[in-house]
């Protein structure tokens, strides 16, 4: 014999970091600063194979200094 449906809606979990098991929030929270900083990494990394691919400092390749 099938089980009655039930009425509830089920609960459905907040999705987790894959590395740390934390639930991303907003403002300072530990997963925020995290995020940041590898973005930031990111963007260290791109300023210094632009400087070295273009021969070049990032300022005079992007125009921003004559």
């Known amino acids: 014999m099938p089980e009655p449906k039930s009425s509830q809606a089920p609960e459905i979990s907040p999705a987790t970091s894959a590395t740390s098991g934390e639930v991303p929030a907003f403002g300072w929270s530990g997963y925020a600063e995290r995020v940041n900083g590898r973005f930031a990494m990111v ?15 990032f300022l005079r390749w992007s125009g921003l200094v004559p």
């Open 43 to 57: 963007g260290f990394i791109a300023v210094l194979l632009i400087e070295t691919l273009s021969g070049e400092t």
